[in-house]
């Protein structure tokens, strides 16, 4: 089948929804490329008009005109929750990447380009190389001459986006130290909730912080951990840049890796769980079902598989949180695009915040609008996540927070690295970390790891 072929299918299965669409426009106000540039062409229903101009052959799927406008969508599906129409974006923006994707491979493009798809072909898919790429960012995060030239502004002498580059990666680090900080005191009761964490690439390899955060918060809160092993990138990063082959490969092996886990809950009333702490990662294994719908052999074990998956902050808003400590700080909330549009999760971040007395929270103008940062849309296209990143950076300011929590780790890089060089007084940090940090304030953790609370090994 044809690349052309494949989008033409993917409109098709959209037939429905698409003939529903009455071309209101509602899409076009929360579109922040239509926002920017005010072009037709730059909003979702003129992507979708381009679209369909290729999948009926009256627009060549190699023309800069339909290329250049996919490229710059963020893919934030900020129009799906405006259509009324329900018209599923996300989707086709990825079967429309692809087709964009087989005509690249056929002509040069520049190195930056270059460069990003063979991290993604070879390095993502790949655990010994991933794990030495972490093991490399990790170690200029912590070097005190990366360190040095950042605090001093030496870096943009160099190069600004080499300032940028390394600003996000500075934007990783922990904002609290978790070395005092280990399991749980005196929990509510016999550990009732089984549940594990998907680990992801990015959290594991700059996050660890954030997921060990995630699990202490989760042993706090009555849940057996399961530790499952053979877990690899989620292929989110994949599917958004038109890699949808990888993206399903990758998919499988998350499923396999799973599958016992899954398999081993013995009450119906209580099924394991499958949590995230990373929202661009939780929104496609949500949809690992619509991923693989077409393959025989996983198409029912992947859509079983994303019913098991909750978000960290999902998960705990369904029942009572146990309370921390008073922590006395003005804080605000930036909603990720694929927490709040993707996966409809809207209210339960501000849930975890009543639960740590204490906090001013201010609300932040369109904390539900892109940052810019889009997987790795801050790196493929600076120029417009810039104008974005300066938006959001000037709203946060006006809050006068001086905590943003977040929910994604590429939205706090991008975040972090925003603050950083506004040189405003704010710091960034995954909420579940405000959490752990208040936990931690009212004694519920010991120093000493305690095996009887560790992941328990499926």
């Known amino acids: 089948m044809s690349k052309e072929s494949l989008l033409h299918s993917a409109l098709n299965a959209e037939t429905d929804k698409l003939l529903g669409c009455i071309h209101c426009g509602l899409c076009l106000p929360a579109c922040p490329t239509y926002l920017q540039l005010g072009n037709e062409n730059d909003s979702p229903r003129g992507r979708i008009y381009l679209m ?49 994707l087989a005509h690249e491979a056929k002509k040069s493009t520049g190195l930056q380009k270059k460069m990003l798809a063979f991290g993604l072909r070879h390095i993502f898919p790949n655990p010994k190389r991933l794990r030495m790429a972490f093991r490399v960012m990790r170690a200029l995060r912590n070097s005190w001459v990366i360190n040095f030239a950042l605090t001093y502004r030496l870096m943009r002498l160099v190069s600004s986006k080499a300032d940028f580059a390394l600003s996000l990666l500075m934007s990783s680090k922990p904002i609290w130290s978790d070395n005092s ?24 390899g700059l996050f660890t912080h954030a997921n060990d955060a995630t699990l202490r918060v989760l042993a706090a809160n009555d849940c057996r951990l399961g530790d499952v092993h053979g877990q690899t990138c989620c292929g989110a990063l994949h599917a958004h840049a038109g890699e949808i082959d990888l993206a399903r490969l990758l998919a499988r092996r998350n499923i396999n890796a799973f599958e016992h886990y899954l398999n081993s809950g013995t009450d119906p009333q209580n099924p394991p769980v499958i949590i995230i702490n990373a929202a661009g990662c939780g929104a496609l294994l949500k949809e690992y079902g619509e991923l693989l719908k077409d393959d025989p052999h996983y198409s029912e074990r992947a859509r079983q598989f994303s019913e098991h998956v909750r978000d960290i902050t999902e998960f705990l ?19 990720p695009c694929h927490l709040y549009h993707a996966q409809r999760v809207m209210t ?19 904390m539900q609008d892109c940052c810019g940062g889009a997987g790795i849309y801050n790196l493929s296209e600076p120029e417009m996540s810039e104008r974005l990143l300066s938006d959001k950076i000037s709203k946060i300011k ?23 060089i506004s040189q405003i007084d704010c710091r960034v940090a995954h909420i579940v970390e405000l959490l752990d940090e208040s936990y931690r304030r009212a004694g519920y953790y010991s120093p000493t790891k305690s095996t009887s609370e560790a992941p328990h090994p499926i």
């Open 181 to 204: 900080r280990s399991m749980i005191h005196g929990d509510k009761g016999g550990k009732t909730r089984p549940v594990a964490l998907f680990s992801g690439c990015v959290m594991d």
């Open 52 to 100: 369909r101009a290729v999948a009926e052959g009256r627009l060549a799927a190699n023309s800069e005109r339909f290329s250049r406008h996919i490229d710059l969508c963020l893919g934030c599906r900020a129009c799906e929750t405006a259509c009324p129409a329900g018209v599923r974006y996300g989707f086709l923006l990825e079967a429309a990447r692809e087709t964009v």
């Open 348 to 366: 339960a971040p501000q849930r975890l915040l009543d639960a740590i007395p204490g906090l001013e929270y201010i609300p932040l103008e369109g």
């Open 398 to 420: 006006a809050t006068g927070a001086n905590i943003l929590l977040t929910a994604n780790p590429g939205c706090q890089m991008q975040l972090g690295a925003g603050a950083r």
């Open 317 to 335: 808003a369904q029942s009572e949180i146990r309370r921390g400590a008073e922590i006395k700080e003005r804080v605000t909330f930036d909603a």
